[in-house]
């Protein structure tokens, strides 16, 4: 049984490609924040540095897997975490914490929750390197 057209919609949702990944953005039109969907098929690619004054992140890696590091304040070291869709995890990253990630596996998916729509005023960025943070992969 299908159901009649009356009774369903089908929205188009935004999409951004560049050099780093491919992004859904604003997926279920929330009224308080957004879902996006990033997908990122290079491994050689960083996505870094920047922080929110106000926003809360929630990511979630779908497919593949990811090193995320997050900064709290700008002498701090960089910690490091790991994403995987063999654990299932919520990485929650409140305001004020610099973060960034890498891809580990080509064709990675991260699914990413924002608690407020994004606003460009709230993002204060910094350069790849200004933490002499290391993002290669350990030998082990």
């Given at each position: 049984m299908s159901l009649?057209?009356?009774?369903?919609?089908?929205?188009?949702?935004?999409?951004?490609?560049?050099?780093r990944a491919q992004r859904l953005l604003d997926v279920f039109?929330?009224?308080?924040?957004?879902?996006?969907?990033?997908?990122?098929?290079?491994?050689?690619?960083v996505v870094a540095w920047h922080?929110?004054?106000?926003?809360?992140?929630?990511?979630?890696?779908?497919?593949?897997?990811f090193k995320v590091g997050?900064?709290?304040?700008?002498?701090?070291?960089?910690?490091w975490t790991y994403l995987s869709?063999?654990?299932?995890?919520?990485?929650?990253?409140?305001?004020?914490?610099?973060?960034?990630?890498?891809?580990?596996e080509p064709g990675s998916i991260l699914m990413y929750h924002m608690d407020c729509k994004y606003d460009p005023?709230?993002?204060l960025r910094v350069e790849i390197g200004h933490f002499d943070e290391d993002w290669g992969i350990e030998n082990r």
């Open positions: 009649p057209k009356e009774n369903y919609d089908i929205q188009q949702v935004s999409f951004h490609e560049d050099d039109e929330l009224k308080d924040g957004q879902i996006n969907v990033s997908y990122v098929n290079s491994t050689s690619h922080k929110h004054l106000k926003q809360t992140d929630r990511w979630v890696c779908l497919k593949g897997s997050l900064v709290e304040d700008e002498n701090d070291e960089v910690d869709d063999k654990r299932q995890e919520v990485l929650i990253i409140p305001p004020g914490w610099y973060h960034g990630y890498r891809a580990l005023d709230d993002v």
